[in-house]
């Protein structure tokens, strides 16, 4: 078996215990006879798989009886939109612009109502994230919209927007349980599975109970409708249940290396022997600002774009692979999310050292 140290944005490295465990349950689910693929999701068997997850990941964040989990589909693309659909009740809300992501969901409340850019990073390429601490927030404004983590960029909200006290909406794809996060802050918080959690196909979705209601913009599909999803457990139709089977493997995992507090230590130890390394090295240098620095996703670059693609071809030769930048950033991107083990990082840092060593 020939692993590589995959340093993917997403769809990324899961626990190779968890990969170990679907495998060996592949042929027959807990002497069900079937496949977690194969079996009706409306079975006894699969209920217990769904309600376990669910129950392990209100343990692991601490989620308060008044939000409401949803295991939802479409992707964290599609939730742009069901952001403003079932929130925009004014038509008018507030975002704050720190990254490719944060524009597109922008864009896409556009279409349902007023977008107001309340902060933007654009003017540094998003190389930080921008001070929310006195915002314009205007009385109207359903709700301020945030993207916590920005994959693409690689910062990360340290402190959260000081909202006024309107409902905070963040998205936590590339964030999503690599440390505590304190639920009451937000009305709604949602990601997209395939960073840190599970493979593609499955978005998260934590809601404050009260926002999950009827009154939605007109023309809303039924599907989109939050309530619809809250009123059916989930399964309004056909989960993505094999999916979810993953997660749910991936939440107990968390749970067995010591929760949110001990994946923190883990992620932080790994992101400072990058960081280390790129502030020391005379060839290669990280582009974010230090205080907003991402503990998920940590682009570099050398300056030289011959040399960032020697690099790439080099260290995928060497077992290091998908360093290659976003295609709009270019230069390198290493994503060390949870299941990328220190050694990984260790090994990647020992390469780059190598490699600055013989081009110089
Ligand atoms: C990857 C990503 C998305 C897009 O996710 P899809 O599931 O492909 O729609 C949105 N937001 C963030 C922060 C991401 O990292």
């Known amino acids: 078996m020939a692993r590589v140290y995959n340093f993917s944005a997403g769809p990324a490295v899961l626990p190779e215990e968890v990969l170990q465990e679907a495998a060996a349950e592949m042929m027959d689910y807990q002497g069900s006879g079937q496949s977690v693929m194969e079996m009706s999701h409306r079975s006894k068997v699969y209920d217990a798989i769904i309600k376990d997850a669910e129950k ?125 996060m304190d639920v009451t802050k937000y009305g709604v918080v949602y990601g997209g599975v395939q960073k840190n959690i599970g493979p593609a196909g499955v978005v998260i979705a934590i809601i404050r109970e009260d926002l999950i209601t009827d009154d939605v913009l007109p023309g809303t599909p039924t599907m989109l409708k939050w309530k619809t999803q809250a009123d059916n457990d989930s399964l309004y139709n056909t989960p993505p249940c094999y999916n979810i089977y993953i997660c749910g493997k991936v939440f107990k995992w968390i749970k067995k290396m010591g929760g949110l507090e001990a994946m923190k230590v883990h992620n932080e130890k790994k992101a400072k022997i990058l960081y280390d390394f790129l502030d020391s090295s005379e060839l290669f240098k990280g582009i974010v600002v230090p205080e907003d620095r991402s503990l998920m996703n940590v682009p570099f670059i050398t300056g030289d774009e011959e040399m ?53």
């Open 56 to 180: 392990d990941l209100r343990d692991l964040l601490n989620i308060p009886d008044n939000y409401k989990v949803l295991f939802l589909q479409g992707g964290a693309s599609q939730f742009f939109a069901e952001v403003p659909m079932n929130l925009m009740k004014n038509r008018k809300a507030g975002y704050i612009l720190t990254g490719q992501w944060a524009k597109k969901a922008f864009q896409e409340a556009k279409i349902y109502g007023e977008a107001v850019e309340l902060a933007s990073s654009a003017d540094k390429t998003f190389s930080y994230i921008p001070d929310c601490s006195d915002l314009d927030i205007a009385d109207d404004l359903d709700y301020v919209y945030i993207c916590e983590n920005n994959t693409i960029y690689g910062t990360k909200y340290k402190t959260l927007p000081n909202t006024k006290g309107k409902l905070l909406v963040s998205d936590v794809s590339s964030c999503f349980l690599s440390e505590p």
């Open 308 to 360: 960032d693609a020697k690099f790439i071809k080099e260290a995928t030769a060497a077992g290091f692979v998908n360093l290659k930048g976003h295609r709009t950033v270019g230069g390198m991107r290493a994503s060390i999310y949870n299941a990328m083990p220190i050694e990984g990082v260790e090994k990647l840092v020992e390469f780059m050292k190598e490699f600055e060593k013989n081009n110089k």
